[in-house]
């Protein structure tokens, strides 16, 4: 503890690089560019969720009681899932997409800082395994970027998260298996609507490949209406896959107008 306490203090005269988030100069040593009290804003999603699409679940106002007794079924599913809306099988996300979330997951996508990446993919590792004791996949797939999207950026940040997941449930990561076919409209804020469509047939996997009986654990960073995930299991079960899992590092707040956290990317004040 005290080499501990030693080694941190010695960090922030070495490294004092503010915060990537709040600009605070940080304390302790750390891999990621991120302070603790930044860190201990994001959220969980809260229990009870569906047990398909990992959506949370909102508790009758009376019989709590009995609703944990009913969660033991560990089986309870929202009303999309039980007419089986989603073309994926499971999906579920690591944290509330709130403030500090979307402003770390900015990062990722327009910083590149792969230590986060890192620390994200640890994180949906770990929830894989939790949430789903008995799944198995072959291999990891990033939800790609449109060609020109990726050349614009230089890179996939649901690949950066991809990457470790892979690498720490020791499965294959193809990041060329799955193409996105139709680029994004132009607009950054899309009501759910617009993403549903701008989504639909979107997705295709490379020059047509059949990919029989396989199973995939679909990467993306935030979740915001379940299009995107649904747009890619489409496609990839249209290929033969036969399950579809979905992890994502963040989830829009089930109602949570998406334009609340839209893009702001020159808030962000850049390590010095
Ligand atoms: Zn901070
Ligand atoms: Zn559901």
Redesign the pocket.
């Known amino acids: 503890m005290i080499l501990k306490n030693a080694i941190d203090s010695l960090a922030s005269v070495l490294f004092p690089a503010?915060?990537?988030?709040?600009?605070?100069t940080l304390t302790s040593a750390s891999r990621i560019p991120?302070?603790?009290?930044?860190?201990d804003e994001l959220e969980s999603i809260p229990d009870p969720v569906c047990a398909c699409c990992g959506r949370p679940l909102v508790a009758p106002s009376s019989g709590t009681a009995q609703l944990s007794l009913s969660m033991q079924a560990a089986d309870l599913r929202c009303r999309l899932c039980r007419s089986n809306f989603y073309a994926f099988d499971r999906a579920r996300s690591f944290a509330v997409y709130n403030r500090a979330l979307s402003e770390a997951i900015l990062l990722l996508k327009y910083e590149q800082v792969t230590a986060l990446a890192g620390w994200f993919g640890a994180r949906l590792a770990r929830l894989a395994l939790e949430a789903w004791p008995d799944w198995r996949a072959d291999v990891v797939v990033p939800v790609p970027l449109h060609r020109d999207r990726r050349r614009e950026r230089g890179y996939n940040q649901a690949e950066l998260i991809a990457k470790p997941v892979a690498r720490r449930l020791k499965l294959r990561l193809d990041a060329d298996l799955l193409i996105r076919t139709k680029p994004r409209p132009a607009q950054l804020v899309l009501s759910r609507t617009e993403h549903w469509k701008s989504v639909r047939g979107a997705y295709a996997t490379r020059g047509g490949m059949k990919i029989d009986n396989l199973r995939v654990l679909l990467v993306d960073d935030v979740l915001t209406t379940g299009a995107t995930l649904d747009a890619c299991s489409r496609a990839l079960k249209k290929a033969g896959a036969s399950q579809v899992f979905g992890l994502t590092v963040g989830r829009v707040r089930s109602g949570m107008a998406a334009a609340v956290y839209a893009p702001a990317a020159q808030s962000i004040r850049q390590p010095s």
């Open positions: 503010p915060c990537a988030i709040c600009g605070d991120v302070c603790g009290p930044c860190l």
